[in-house]
């Protein structure tokens, strides 16, 4: 098992900045790609950014490129999102996941290909 807490989230106005966490506890971190998603009201859950497993490989969405920087520290068991220039379509819950990687290159970006999940932090962008 995985466990998965996201921190980090709160209000702000759009141009604002928010820095996503991720805690994982339970195995070895280094052993899983990590993904962040997220979920707006009445909508499904999207993807948004995934971090191989050694940090090496990044793939963002389309809204998330350009604004949008995923990173991982494997020495504290950690994953971030730093959003910048926040805008109103953000707002969403957002979700960190966990993907057993076999590979070092491994970079999921469908919800399924997701072993674990976070409960999720609230973002909310206001114009």
């Known amino acids: 098992q995985v466990q998965l807490v996201e921190s980090g989230g709160g209000f702000v106005l759009t141009g604002g900045s928010l820095r996503l966490s991720c805690a994982a506890s339970g195995r070895t971190f280094s052993n899983y790609a990590m993904g962040w998603f997220r979920q707006a009201p009445g909508k499904e859950r999207e993807f948004v950014a995934v971090i191989s497993r050694n940090g090496v490989t990044t793939y963002d969405a389309d809204s998330a490129k350009g604004r949008f920087t995923i990173s991982r520290d494997n020495a504290k068991n950690t994953m971030y999102l730093q959003m910048n220039d926040l805008k109103p379509e953000d707002t969403a819950v957002y979700y960190c996941?966990?993907?057993?990687?076999?590979?070092?290159?491994?970079?999921?970006?469908?919800?399924?290909?997701?072993?674990?999940w976070g409960q999720g932090t609230q973002v909310t962008v206001s114009s």
């Open positions: 996941a966990a993907a057993l990687s076999s590979t070092y290159y491994y970079t999921p970006q469908a919800a399924n290909k997701y072993d674990y």
